[in-house]
C-alpha cells in the first residue's frame, strides 16, 4: 500500500516506488552510520507533532532529512510521517509491508531481513527502498509489533525507532492481555501515511519535491479508502459489477506483478490509489491488448463516475 519500488529506470513504479523524469542517478549506499544519524531523531524525548489543516501539509514539508509528524487537525485520525530519506523510510517499515501486502510473504509471522532482500531481489527492487511511500492503519502497524514481540523477533534499528515514536505520539501502546502484553492502537480510526524526504535512494533513485509531492497524493489516497465508507463502498461495487471478470483478471496480474498480494482487500484499494490520486506521468498501470485485455483511461472514467456519484448523493 505504499507507492511501489523506486526501481525503474524512467518514471515509475508507485506502491513499490518512484524516480523522476530525470531517471536514476549513480548513487551510493547510505552508510549504517548516517543512517543511525537520521534514525537518531526517533529517541529523543519529545518528538514534535506539527498540528495543521491538509491544505497547508505540502507547503510545511521539509525540504532536508528531517524527522517529523504530522497531525492533520482537519481529518481526524490522518497523521502523516515525513521520515528523512528514503533508506530511513525503509528501515523503519519494510517488514511491516511484507508482513501487510507483499504477496510472496505471510501474513501469520515475521520475516527475516534475509527474506525481505531475497523477495526485493526477484522483483528487481532494492530492499532498503521496498516502498516510496507508505499508508497502514496504526491497527496494522501494532500488529505487526505484537507479532513481532509472539515470536520472540529482534526489531531492527529502524523498526525501534519506529516503536518508539508511534508509542511517544501516543499511536500505539502495550496493554496487559491473556497471554502478557500486547501491542495494540490507541484508536481503530488512526492511520499513518509516510513519505520520503527528498534527495537520492539507496540504489540511485531520485526523490524531488515532484516525486514526493505524487507520493503524497497517492498515500492520501489510501486515507480517504480507509476513512471514508460510503467511497470505499463506491470502488468495491465498480469492482464487482461494472468491470468484466477477464478486466478483473488482467488488472490483478498487473498489480500482482509489482509485487502486491493479489486479495480484493490490496487490489481494490491499489487500484483506485493509482487511477484516481496518482499523477498521469507517475501512473505504472497499462493497457493490456486483445479481448481480454483492459483499456486503463475506460477503466479510470468508469471509477470516477461511480465515486462522483456517491458524492452527489451524500449531498442529497
Not at 514481540?149 to 502495550?174: K, N
Not at 465508507?229 to 483478471?249: G, I, K, M, N, V
Not at 490509489?273 to 485485455?293: C, E, K, N, S
Amino acid at each position: 500500500m505504499g507507492i511501489a519500488n523506486v526501481a525503474y529506470a524512467t518514471l515509475v513504479c508507485l506502491c513499490a516506488g518512484l524516480v523522476t523524469s530525470h531517471g536514476i542517478a549513480a548513487g551510493t549506499p547510505m552508510s549504517a552510520g548516517a543512517l543511525s544519524a537520521q534514525l537518531a531523531d526517533a529517541f529523543a524525548p519529545h518528538p514534535a507533532v506539527v498540528h495543521l489543516p491538509l491544505a497547508q501539509l505540502a507547503g510545511a514539508l521539509p525540504l532536508g532529512p528531517t524527522l517529523r509528524l504530522y497531525a492533520i487537525t482537519d481529518q481526524p485520525g490522518l497523521y502523516v510521517m515525513h521520515a528523512p530519506s528514503l533508506a530511513a523510510q525503509g528501515a523503519m517499515f519494510s517488514r511491516v509491508v511484507a508482513l501487510v501486502e507483499r504477496r510472496d510473504m505471510p501474513r501469520d509471522r515475521v520475516v527475516s531481513m534475509s527474506a525481505i532482500v531475497a523477495s526485493a531481489r526477484r522483483f528487481g527492487e532494492d530492499p532498503a527502498g521496498l516502498t516510496a511511500g507508505n499508508n497502514f492503519s496504526t491497527a496494522r502497524i501494532a500488529q505487526f509489533f505484537d507479532v513481532a514481540q509472539r515470536q520472540h523477533v529482534s526489531l531492527t534499528e529502524g523498526e525501534r525507532a519506529l516503536q518508539t515514536l508511534l508509542a511517544q505520539w501516543g499511536l500505539i501502546r502495550q496493554e496487559a492481555g491473556e497471554g502478557g502484553m500486547t501491542w495494540q492502537a490507541a484508536s481503530a480510526h488512526d492511520f499513518l501515511v509516510t513519505i520520503p524526504g527528498t534527495g537520492t535512494g539507496p540504489a540511485g533513485e531520485v526523490i524531488d519535491t515532484e516525486v514526493r509531492a505524487a507520493i503524497l497524493s497517492h498515500e492520501l489516497g489510501h486515507w480517504r479508502y480507509f476513512s471514508d465508507p460510503a467511497y470505499a463502498e463506491a470502488c468495491r461495487t465498480f469492482w464487482w459489477h461494472q468491470l468484466t471478470y477477464t478486466e478483473r483478471e488482467a488488472l490483478t496480474e498487473e498489480l500482482t506483478s509489482m509485487g502486491y498480494d493479489p486479495s480484493d482487500r490490496i487490489v481494490i484499494d491499489e487500484l483506485q490509489a493509482y487511477l484516481l490520486h496518482t499523477p498521469a506521468r507517475f501512473m505504472p498501470l497499462a493497457d493490456v491488448p486483445g479481448a481480454g485485455g483492459v483499456d486503463i483511461a475506460r477503466v479510470k472514467r468508469g471509477l470516477e463516475l461511480s465515486v462522483r456519484n456517491v458524492g452527489k448523493n451524500a449531498g442529497q
